[in-house]
């Protein structure tokens, strides 16, 4: 073939966001899992998916986890792990009665929400939750309280929201768009003065960090691809970042995912990933990547994080490096 009759590369360059992937709560969630199965062996039952990733949730089936919705589906005397994104204060309370032996794989900062709104509630306070109907944070978080917690989705919901009281406070997704977040919080400041705000921000360093990373990458490149699964909130919300500066951008659970339709024309291709994906994928994307025409894959500069969270009391070990 002589080099006019050549196909076109469709992609020159791969920049790679810092920080992508896996952050330490979901790291920590995984080995919980991992590290049940070696100690009592299968079947380990883990309510809701560890995380949301299809790839994790399928390598962890394949060595013996079982993952159930419904409690009734656990057996007498097994071992039960709760998923990193937490669970309702009754569920948890149902599962101690039905005497399984359980590991909590909630993620601390999301367990520091869950914290903070039962020692609120005992002082008198009411809570608006900013967040996603649906999502099981929302429903471990909101679940904490019989009662005296209202979501809301949007700016608009503000408007919708009727306390009983005037000592009212505020928490959030940890997962949630930080620019979404800070524009419905100004429409509660608006509406509710008084209302109190968590002393840190309840959205999580991990996904603060993606977010920023796609907001300094995403004007740079043509299209962004974004690893991770479709119930992922914060891969979700990477994609958005990248769309609202401008860019192209598609997510993909996979490198079988990608469409090289998407490159015509745009030959700078970036990639991050949510925090629920494993570079195992990341590192198939680009790799695919290349077939299409990359000569070139550069990491760009950001925050190195460095954070570890500890494993529950029972599964011991120094932990994964």
């Given at each position: 073939m002589n080099a006019a009759a050549k196909p076109p590369s469709r992609v020159h360059e791969v920049l790679l966001a810092e920080p992508r992937g896996f952050c330490a709560g979901v790291d920590r969630a995984i080995e919980i899992v991992e590290r049940a199965l070696q100690q009592f062996g299968r079947p380990i039952y883990v309510r809701h998916e560890i995380v949301h990733n299809t790839y994790v949730v399928n390598d962890l089936k394949a060595k013996g986890a079982i993952f159930i919705e419904d409690l009734d589906e656990v057996p007498a005397g097994a071992t039960l792990i709760f998923s990193a994104h937490g669970v309702s204060k009754a569920l948890r309370d149902e599962a101690a009665r039905r005497g399984f032996r359980i590991f909590d794989a909630t993620c601390p900062l999301v367990s520091k929400v869950h914290i903070e709104v039962a020692k609120l509630a005992r002082e008198g306070?009411?809570?608006i939750m900013i967040g996603h109907k649906g999502h099981p944070e929302v429903e471990g978080t909101m679940g904490q309280l019989q009662e005296g917690i209202y979501l809301v989705e949007s700016v608009q919901d503000v408007a919708s929201v009727r306390p009983r009281g005037e000592r009212i406070a505020v928490v959030t997704q940890t997962t949630l768009s930080v620019d979404d977040a800070a524009a419905i919080l100004a429409a509660v400041k608006l509406r509710f003065p008084q209302v109190r705000e968590p002393?840190?921000?309840?959205?999580?360093?991990?996904?603060?960090?993606?977010?920023?990373a796609v907001k300094l990458m995403a004007p740079t490149v043509d299209v962004v691809i974004v690893v991770g699964s479709r119930t992922s909130s914060n891969s979700n919300r990477l994609r958005e970042v990248a769309e609202r500066l401008g860019t192209a951008a598609h997510m993909v659970d996979s490198a079988g995912d990608l469409d090289p339709a998407w490159f015509e024309g745009r030959p700078r291709v970036g990639v991050t990933a949510g925090a629920s994906a494993p570079d195992i994928l990341v590192q198939q994307v680009i790799e695919r990547l290349r077939e299409l025409g990359a000569a070139s894959v550069r990491k760009l500069d950001g925050v190195q994080e460095h954070v570890r969270f500890p494993l529950p009391r029972g599964l011991g070990g120094a932990g994964r490096v």
């Open positions: 306070f009411e809570f002393k840190k921000q309840d959205i999580c360093y991990a996904t603060q960090n993606r977010q920023d």
